[in-house]
């Protein structure tokens, strides 16, 4: 689906991402961790267009397509491609309702109904009582769960979340656990998921891929992920 080839980035002489090597295969959740500060956002800001690269090469792979060059489709676009993005500050639109923020979404894809218009309140059960109420007045947990809906109503085949557990609370980590593996296992959705809480990794991603300093020092199976590596290279993670 995406393939990473010796990716490197900076911040103005500062050198940020080194050499980085990833691929996303369908239906799989892979997990990108590390402490803060080891370039988990700034990896997903490159594949999401927001960061240039300095070198290297992404690679989209569609089925009965050639590999599309990331570089060359604008930021704006890529969600075009099939990719859906959920950053640490949501970005939902605050002065429209619930219902109007998913219809902006669909309409950024070309998209006047969505094909996943029947299906996104049975995800978010919760959102349908407030359909009509303004983004601005739902609470925090509502305010993520409409981020994650408006990245979802246009069935998107990579769904990439940055920083998720920074939600209200341990039961809105569960309740994303849960869903995210609805979406994985049943839904046959990749997700790519930058987060530095390991017990949200070990719950639902397949593979992981830890950076630190930039730098990808281990990737492989969550089995894999085991106490040494972590004491090496997280020592303060939990």
């Known amino acids: 689906m995406l393939s990473l080839r010796a990716v490197n980035q900076y911040y103005g002489n500062q050198h940020t991402l080194w050499n980085v090597d990833l691929d996303l295969p369908p239906g799989i959740c892979t997990g990108i961790i590390g402490l803060p500060g080891m370039g988990k956002t700034t990896l997903i800001n490159c594949i999401t267009g927001l960061l240039p690269i300095a070198s290297g090469s992404m690679l989209w792979h569609a089925a009965n397509a050639p590999p599309c060059d990331l570089q ?13 993005y959920v950053p640490q500050e949501r970005r939902i639109f605050s002065q429209l309702t619930v219902e109007e923020n998913m219809h902006v979404a669909r309409m950024a894809k070309g998209e006047t109904q969505g094909s996943m218009q029947g299906e996104i309140y049975d995800l978010f059960p919760a959102l349908y009582p407030l359909r009509q109420t303004r983004a601005s007045a739902i609470n925090e947990e509502q305010q993520y769960q409409l981020a994650l809906a408006n990245a979802l109503v246009t069935r998107p085949r990579l769904l990439i979340l940055d920083e998720p557990s920074r939600g209200p609370g341990q039961a809105f980590s569960l309740w994303l656990a849960q869903l995210l593996m609805r979406l994985n296992r049943e839904l046959g959705l990749s997700v790519l998921l930058a987060e530095q809480q390991l017990s949200l990794i070990r719950r639902v991603a397949d593979r992981f891929c830890l950076l630190y300093r930039g730098r990808s020092v281990a990737q492989g199976r969550v089995s894999e992920l085991d106490d040494p590596l972590i004491a090496h290279w997280m020592a303060s993670a939990r």
Request: charged share 15%; hydrophobic share 45%.
């Open 72 to 84: 060359a489709v604008a930021a704006q676009r890529r969600h075009q491609l099939g990719i859906g």
